[in-house]
């Protein structure tokens, strides 16, 4: 099975940027659809973006459209998430998660099976 190692976070002034990378082994990366999820303090896991196999298809939560990208280098075996107009709401533990299918309860946490520890991003105002 794979393993997902997330990295890339920080603390970041409202406005600016980050770049979050996920890290897979055990398997290899292309493999798996992966998704990115946010948690924040007292609040549920939260759906963020997520990506096909070959990087052809993402889609976006309406919350980080037009400030979020995700994308993937297969030959590194590694998921980004490109993160840009940051705002202090964007503030949480970032996740990255994948599974082996496209398609359905995209923005589920339970459709994703596999998970990483997170990395914590802070937004400051």
């Known amino acids: 099975q794979v393993q997902l190692v997330e990295s890339g976070g920080g603390l970041v002034q409202a406005g600016g940027s980050l770049r979050l990378s996920c890290a897979a082994s055990?398997?290899?990366?292309?493999?798996?659809?992966v998704g990115w999820f946010r948690q924040a303090p007292g609040k549920e896991r939260e759906f963020c973006a997520t990506?096909?196999?070959?990087?052809?298809?993402?889609k976006y939560a309406d919350a980080v459209k037009g400030r979020f990208t995700i994308s993937r280098d297969n030959t590194k075996n590694t998921v980004y998430l490109q993160m840009s107009s940051l705002k202090p709401e964007d503030t949480a533990v970032y996740y990255c998660?994948?599974?082996?299918?496209?398609?359905?309860?995209?923005?589920?946490?339970?459709?994703?099976?596999?998970w990483g520890q997170g990395t914590q991003v802070t937004v400051s105002s």
């Open positions: 990506i096909s196999w070959s990087g052809d298809n993402t």
């Open positions: 998660a994948a599974r082996t299918f496209w398609g359905g309860n995209y923005d589920g946490v339970a459709a994703y099976g596999y």
């Open positions: 055990g398997r290899a990366v292309s493999n798996y659809v």
